[in-house]
C-alpha cells in the first residue's frame, strides 16, 4: 500500500470514530415526550368535570337563606295566623261560644232527602237559607245508604256542627234523623234509640242533650209511623224521662186521618203542645198538623213562642212546613 493510500484509511478510520461518538452522544442525551398521550387516557384527571344538572339537584351551590323547593306536602309560603272555618259535617271553627239571649230550634222534614236532592245544588242552598235562620236544627227523613246527602247539607250550613243516627226502619227505605247546630250550642250527649227500640218504633228516636251557657235541655226527634201514631206516642211517653228541661219535636202524623188529640187526653197531657191544632204543617191541600213541638213543664217555663214557615217551602223542597219554637236558655 502507498503512503496515500495509508492517508486516506486513516481519515476513514478517524471519521468511523467520529460517526460512533456522535451516535452514543445522542442515544444517551434525556429524551422528550413529544408524542401526544394515549387515546385511552383521561384528558384531565385532576380537574374532573362537575357533574350534570338534573331536576333534583342544581350543580349551583343555593344560598345558605334560600327556601327549600315547594312540593305537594308542604307550600314554602307560612299559613295566616287565623285559619278561616273549616267546612264539615262533624264541627265548626267558629270561636263565638257567648251564649245567644234566646235559642230557636226547629225541626223539618225534607221528604226523601237523598243523593238526589244534595246533587242539586238550588235545592241545597234553599235548604241551607231557610235552616240556617235557627240554632239548632232537627231533619227527619234522610233516605241516603251512602251517607252522603247529609254531609253535603252540612257543608251548606256555614259554621254549624252536625251528627246523623243510624238508618233505621223495618222496609227497604231506611231513614236517618239529622242534627245541626250552632257552635254557641254544645252537644253533651247524642244517644240513638235505634235499633234497642226497634220493637216499639218503626223508626226510633234520637236524643241530644245539649247546653247553651248554664242551660241544659234534652230534645228528642222522631218520625212517627202514619199507621201506628197512638202506639209509637204512648211508647215515646214511656220511654221520655219527665226531669229537667224536655222537649220532643219531629213528624208525629199526628193528626188528620191518622190520630184524633182530643181522643187520648192523657198522652203529655202535662206538656206544652206548642205547634197547636189546627196549624196546617202539610205542603199538599190539606190541612193537617202532623209536625208538632211539645214541651215538659220545665221547658215551657222558659218557652217564648213557636211557629210555622210556609213562605219559600215549595214541593220540590219538602211536603212539610217547618216548624220551631223559641226559649229563654235561663232557667225560671
Known sequence: MGRGSGKWLFVLVVLAVLGILAYVALTQAPQQNSNPAPASAPSSISAPAPPASNSSQSATTPPSNSLPASNSSQSTVAPPSTPSPASNTSSSSNPATTPPATIKIAAWNLQIFGQAKAS??????????????????????????????????????????????????????????????????TLVQWTDYNPAQAQLFERPPAQASLRSGNYSFDAYVIHVKPSNVSAELYALQSLVPDRGNVMLMGDFNADCGYFRHSQHADLFANWTWAVADGEDTTVAASNCTYDRIILNANASAEYLRSGVVRSGITPDLSDHYLVWAEIAPQER
Open 120 to 185: 242539586n245544588s238550588t235545592l241545597l242552598d234553599s235548604y241551607a237559607s231557610i235552616l240556617s235562620g235557627y240554632d239548632v236544627v232537627f231533619v227527619q227523613e234522610i233516605r241516603d245508604s251512602s251517607n252522603t246527602a247529609f254531609a253535603a247539607l252540612c257543608r251548606r250550613m256555614a259554621n254549624y256542627s252536625c251528627v246523623n243516627s243510624s238508618r233505621a226502619g223495618r222496609s227497604s227505605s231506611k231513614e236517618q234523623y239529622g242534627l245541626m247546630f250552632r257552635p254557641t250550642i
